[in-house]
């Protein structure tokens, strides 16, 4: 089993707010599979920053965190709850704008 870490920011532009982070927690179960490979899911939420924290069973960290992008990310598209935010960049990642 793997933590695997993904970070969600506000849009900029948008007015600054904070996601409750259990109503997160529940609409990303929603999109979860219950008896898939994520076994636990934790938020830390701030004012236009949210730290998603999901224990998945896979083969590697690498697809654990995979996994779990495709998870938020399916999320940022189809609940409204999320409207705005976008999955935050890697630590060091070269390719994407802050």
Not at 28 to 56: K, M, N, Q
Not at 78 to 89: K, Y
Not at 92 to 97: H, P
């Amino acid at each position: 089993m793997y933590l695997a870490i993904i970070g969600l920011v506000l849009d900029s532009g948008l007015p600054e707010q904070q996601l409750d982070a259990q109503l997160l927690i529940d609409a990303l179960w929603a999109g979860a599979d219950r008896d898939g490979p994520v076994e636990h899911i934790s938020a830390v939420t701030g004012p236009g920053d949210v730290d998603v924290g999901f224990y998945i069973r896979a083969g590697s960290q690498a697809e654990a965190e995979q996994m779990a992008r495709d998870l938020l990310e399916h999320a940022t598209l189809t609940v409204p709850l999320l409207r705005g935010w976008r999955i935050r960049p890697p630590p060091g990642d070269r390719n994407s704008n802050p």
